[in-house]
């Protein structure tokens, strides 16, 4: 029979997995009385088409910008912050506003803004290496003030200068590079600035690549599911290609064409960052079925009457 192997690192991450759960608990709380509704995420929760419908459908509302929080209705509902996390005066907005908030932050960016809001309130400058117009970027450097800045790349490191006697403080986006990361520090201390470094890239992304590396080595054909324009189920996709030719890119089960899976002995299955865990095991109970399938083939084979 077929072995079939789940990445257990497949689909969302720990951050984004909480979040998810946290909209659905609070639909629960609305339905039964329990909660204020209606029910707002501040930003999509996931980037994810399906996932998002599906809420709205169940009559969650995603807004898109400050000035819509600011037109809330006053005393009603509940906003809900994603993981990615939001600056102070997202939650001053809403305070004002007399919303219940529901909030999300995944722990690792909320650590992050204690580190920027306790380092800029010290003194100190604060240089978050990342993508400026990431959400979570923007939302850790809205914990920071003026002497708070940006750095993604080393024309930006170098143009950078510090005050005279100030302190200097690095922390990282949390899916930032970390071999960029790594020279673009190289580039501060090179300038030799009195500085503290804090490593705070999360490694989900990482751990979700290493073992669907090992699990591609291992097996005759590799699934990896995510949508067609998810950066990091690219990525994925290229890391198991080169441990097993048989790599199969997929959104949904329907784009899996059976027939070219329906002989190998061995099927690992992984997913990008926003592929909901309903998507996995549907496809992975297909591939067990399959293995089922085939298994009742053999015995029929083999009872045949000679
Ligand atoms: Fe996910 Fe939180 Fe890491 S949202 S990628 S577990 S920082």
Redesign the pocket.
Known sequence: SREVIVARTAGF????ER?VDQVYEQIGLVEQGKASGPIYTYGPIIHNEEVVGDLAKRGVTVLETEEDLKALPPGQGTVIIR??GVSRHIYDILEERGVAVVDAT????KKIHRIVDEHSRAGEAVVIIGNASHPEVEGIRGWGNRDTKVVENEAEAEDFNLSEGQKLCIVSQ??FNYNKFKELVEKFSKKGYDSSVLNTI????QERQVEAARIASQVEAMIVIGGRHSSNTQKLYEICLKECKNTFYIQTLGDLDPDSVSSVRSVGITAG?STPKKIIEEVHTRMAEQSFAELLKEEEESTKPI
Do not use: W
């Open positions: 991450c720990f951050g984004v979040a993981s990615h995944c722990p690792f960016v949390t899916t999360c490694n989900a992304t960052a």
